[in-house]
């Protein structure tokens, strides 16, 4: 009776009426917050993709000013999504960083140590349409997931309610160096795989402090190659444990310290080598020792403090988060498949790389060269190394020595110049000394085997360390040595004249025909040019040009054939 009331009829139609007016416009506002939140990712991954674009720029200049932009915007996206409330979303965003970890290193398998999107306009076109793709995958997710995207931060405080919520609080043989390559790829599949698995963080830190300390100090290649293995396996068992901490911390805090951190290191380790040009370099002269014990001191004191923590924040989904995310199973299968190429790279790289010597009518000619190398970048700061292989090949030289080619360094992009000239060209290869030595490298590029080698660290208490190799090479029967060099700096008058001396002696003592390849930083006719041609024995390639003033080319017991006036500096 009191339900067909008219005095009642009244208020429930007008509660009726306010419930869908407050659905409608909930409505509106879920579309509203999307439409924005659609146009920021849709603006802010164009902005990304495009950076990396910045590779098929005209100038330099356009090229930092673009990639710095794209950059930028790259911080506010991780921010906006390992950062997000949407536990779901953490927990893609962590796996999309790992696999994409791995997919970056089986991609410098195939390019030979270097990143395909910054080697040339053909890959960086392939990288930026798969970047596309990939951006446009991500925005036709969100619209189909926009309103669970909206609503999970209103669903976040219901839990006094008692509402459920699916997250709570807070070489010598190169062919061996690529099989070791394939190990340190497992390794680190392997500490991918268990990482998340680990309850001890603080014992995975303090046994990968032991690895690091026992690179910096240890001479043995095997002690070495072990370590470094292990070193990559707990690299990747620490992850989880930094990004649950990370995650759980100020996202704008988080990323400007870990920024900060990041170009500090980068700069303290250009100061280790470069301290002879550098403000206040002398205090930070050949310490790289001391940046290592830095960032694992800080490793630890991270898993000190959270030794006990637990991956349901971000890297690990719960029974309650099952059906919003992937099985972690479905990550474990891709991840196989990428280190999968990775393994196919190393494969077909061992069995095209066959070094031999060129074709000859007199097997008893060679050609060698010298070249100051610049880290394989031309004049305005381009990549060439293309150019570079393209040249060599041309001039036919059959041992050819690159001074400053040592790039193995964050600043210069981790890339092995000697591996990847040594498998585009076939050569047989020797560099020395390695890069914890404090020197910018010195390379032995030979087609003719290269039978034993010494590197030297010469005399240097003023300036920069300078490296040299000693090599002995089997040119058709006959051994022939090479003393490599990159001389100290033309102010350091005590390093270069211990340095002189040390190479005249090396050259002196051999008993083989030899040949000296080196940047003597100094004019024809100077101190230490007398000296090595008097105390090492040694006649050079051309006493009529006085125009030289770096590369020099010397020899004994070989008869002079040619020299080539060109850049590399070869003789015959």
């Not at 208020?11 to 924005?36: A, G, V, Y």
């Not at 032991?210 to 690179?215: A, V, Y």
């Not at 009529?544 to 008869?559: F, G, N, V």
Request: aromatic share 10%; glycine share 6%.
């Amino acid at each position: 009776m009191a339900a067909s009331d008219p005095k009642f009829s009244k208020p429930e139609m007008d509660h009726s009426k306010r419930k869908n007016q407050e659905e409608t416009s909930k409505e509106k506002l879920e579309s509203k917050s999307f439409l924005q939140v659609f146009r920021q990712i849709t603006r802010d991954t164009v902005y990304v993709v495009a950076s990396v674009a910045s590779f098929q720029a005209e100038t330099t200049l356009q090229r930092l000013v673009t990639l710095a932009i794209g950059t930028g915007i790259s911080m506010l996206v991780l921010a906006a999504t390992l950062w997000h409330p949407n536990k779901a979303v953490r927990y893609r965003t962590f796996w999309g960083l790992i696999l994409g970890l791995h997919a970056f290193l089986a991609g410098r398998v195939w390019f030979v140590t270097f990143v395909p999107t910054w080697w040339d306009k053909e890959s960086n076109t392939v990288v930026i349409a798969a970047g596309a793709v990939a951006a446009l995958g991500y925005v036709l997710e969100v619209l189909g997931s926009h309103k669970i995207l909206v609503a999970e931060p209103q669903t976040a405080g219901r839990k006094a309610n008692g509402e459920p919520v699916c997250w709570l609080i807070k070489n010598k043989n190169h062919k061996n160096v690529r099989r070791c390559s394939s190990v340190v790829l497992l390794s680190l599949f392997s500490g991918t795989v268990v990482g998340t698995k680990y309850k001890r963080p603080i014992l995975s830190a303090v046994v990968a402090f032991g690895c690091m300390i026992t690179l910096l100090v240890n001479t043995n290649p095997y002690i070495a190659f072990a370590a470094g293995c292990c070193l990559a396996h707990l690299t990747m068992c620490l992850w989880p444990v930094a990004i649950e901490v990370a995650t759980q911390s100020n996202p704008g805090l988080c990323l400007a310290v870990a920024a900060v951190t990041y170009i500090a290191q980068v700069l303290f380790w250009v100061w280790t080598v470069a301290y002879n040009f550098v403000p206040y370099g002398e205090y930070t002269r050949e310490h790289t020792d001391w940046l290592v014990f830095a960032v694992m001191g800080c490793i630890l004191l991270m898993t000190a403090c959270y030794s006990k923590l637990e991956f349901s924040f971000t890297v690990l989904a719960t029974k309650n988060d099952s059906s919003s995310v992937p099985k972690f199973s479905h990550y474990m299968k891709v991840l196989l498949l990428i280190v999968l190429v990775g393994q196919a790279g190393m494969v077909k790289r061992v069995a095209k790389y066959q070094p031999a010597p060129r074709p000859k009518t007199d097997l008893k000619m060679f050609t060698a060269g010298v070249w100051t190398f610049h880290f394989g970048y031309d004049n305005k700061g381009w990549p060439s190394m293309e150019r570079a292989a393209q040249m060599i090949n041309d001039t036919g030289v059959d041992v050819l020595t690159l001074l400053e080619s040592d790039a193995s360094k964050a600043f210069l992009g981790n890339n092995d110049l000697a591996t990847w000239l040594g498998e585009k060209l076939n050569f047989h290869i020797d560099f020395g000394p390695s890069t914890k030595d404090h020197t910018w490298g010195n390379l032995i590029l030979s087609k003719y085997p290269i039978v034993k080698s010494i590197h030297h660290l010469l005399p240097s208490p003023e300036g920069e360390l300078a490296p040299a190799i000693t090599a002995s090479v089997n040119i058709s029967g006959t051994i022939v040595d090479f003393v490599v060099t990159h001389m100290g700096n033309d102010r350091d008058v005590l390093d270069r004249r211990l340095q002189a001396q040390f190479l005249a002696k090396e050259l002196k003592n051999s008993l083989n025909p030899a040949v000296f390849l080196g940047y003597v930083t100094s004019a024809p006719g100077s101190e230490n040019y007398k000296h090595l041609l008097s105390e090492g024995g040694l006649k050079d390639i051309d006493p009529s040009d006085k125009a030289r003033w770096c590369e020099y080319i010397m020899y004994k017991k070989l008869i002079r054939y040619l020299r080539v006036q060109n850049e590399p500096n070869l003789f015959s």
